[in-house]
């Protein structure tokens, strides 16, 4: 058996830059009917890497990008409306509280 020379550090580098892609599915069957599938799909890569191959989601979630679903908002218009939703309302916006 040959000793490897690459280091932890060198091949998380090559995963890295290449990505990796992990996928199974698990499937639960009772008497041929199947009652649950999970497809899981795993991609390990470099932040780059992933928006290279058109995978930058995380980019528009609010949960990550607070600015950008303030800025869809702003951009569809709904921020604008729902101001002036409120300010019909009795009381105005604090009415809702």
Do not use: C, H, Y
């Amino acid at each position: 058996m040959a000793a490897s020379t690459d280091s932890l550090a060198d091949i998380l580098e090559r995963v890295l830059d290449k990505g990796v892609v992990i996928a199974g599915d698990i499937g639960v069957s009772v008497v041929d009917v199947e009652l649950l599938t999970l497809r899981i799909r795993l991609f390990i890569a470099s932040a780059q890497t992933a928006r290279e191959m058109g995978m930058d989601w995380w980019t528009n979630d609010p949960f990550f990008a607070p600015k950008a679903a303030r800025n869809e908002l702003e951009e569809t218009g709904l921020a604008a409306r729902v101001a002036e939703l409120e300010a019909r309302l009795p009381g105005g916006r604090d009415a809702l509280r």
